[in-house]
């Protein structure tokens, strides 16, 4: 009998495929440590096991997704720390230029507030309504993919063009 978390080598590499086949289409990249790679995999699984949905292996999750939203991967976080330190918190994730070599990947802080700034912050946007979000709203102007977020992305994840063909939306 397994746990309720066991995780198999058979599901993290099934994971793992979808995830590389994603990759190219997506624009963003797995981290080129496969064994490194697929333990972070391996930890959305059991996230996933745990609380019905894959937050981020590196992060403690509350276990009620309203609270957690932000860090069901990939997180909210995870562009801007792309473009800020090539990979996101956990590394899961890097740029391009990490997987070309071209660069190396260190720890980088982390941008999650503390609960009771998320908190705050959930009531604030409830109160406000959509009238005040809390990013600006980014169109690509090609495929009309929208984000929210302080920058448009650097690359389209549907269409692939770079970030000077969004234009802010709201």
């Given at each position: 009998?397994?746990?309720?978390?066991?995780?198999?080598?058979?599901?993290?590499?099934?994971?793992?495929?979808?995830?590389?086949?994603?990759?190219?289409?997506?624009?963003y990249?797995?981290?080129?440590?496969?064994?490194?790679?697929?333990?972070?995999?391996?930890?959305?699984?059991?996230?996933?096991?745990?609380?019905?949905?894959?937050?981020?292996?590196?992060?403690?999750?509350?276990?009620?997704?309203e609270?957690?939203?932000?860090?069901?991967?990939?997180?909210?976080?995870?562009?801007?720390?792309?473009?800020?330190?090539?990979?996101?918190?956990?590394?899961?994730?890097?740029?391009?230029?990490?997987?070309?070599?071209?660069?190396?990947?260190?720890?980088?802080?982390?941008?999650?507030?503390?609960?009771?700034?998320?908190?705050?912050?959930?009531?604030?946007?409830?109160?406000?309504?959509?009238?005040?979000?809390?990013?600006?709203?980014?169109?690509?102007?090609?495929?009309?993919?929208?984000?929210?977020?302080?920058?448009?992305?650097?690359?389209?994840?549907?269409?692939?063009?770079?970030?000077?063909?969004?234009?802010?939306?709201?």
């Amino acid at each position: 009998m397994t746990e309720p978390t066991q995780v198999t080598a058979e599901e993290v590499d099934r994971l793992y495929e979808k995830l590389t086949r994603e990759q190219g289409a997506s624009a963003y990249y797995l981290n080129p440590d496969v064994a490194f790679t697929k333990e972070l995999v391996h930890g959305l699984l059991v996230n996933e096991r745990r609380y019905g949905y894959q937050s981020c292996p590196c992060r403690l999750a509350s276990g009620i997704e309203e609270e957690d939203r932000d860090i069901i991967c990939p997180c909210d976080y995870r562009d801007p720390d792309l473009n800020d330190y090539d990979t996101c918190y956990c590394g899961l994730y890097v740029t391009e230029p990490v997987v070309r070599g071209e660069k190396t990947i260190g720890s980088i802080p982390e941008r999650r507030p503390p609960p009771e700034v998320r908190q705050r912050e959930r009531e604030e946007a409830q109160r406000r309504g959509i009238e005040s979000l809390a990013y600006p709203v980014w169109r690509c102007r090609v495929c009309g993919y929208l984000c929210a977020r302080d920058e448009p992305p650097e690359r389209c994840p549907i269409c692939k063009v770079k970030k000077e063909r969004f234009e802010r939306f709201m």
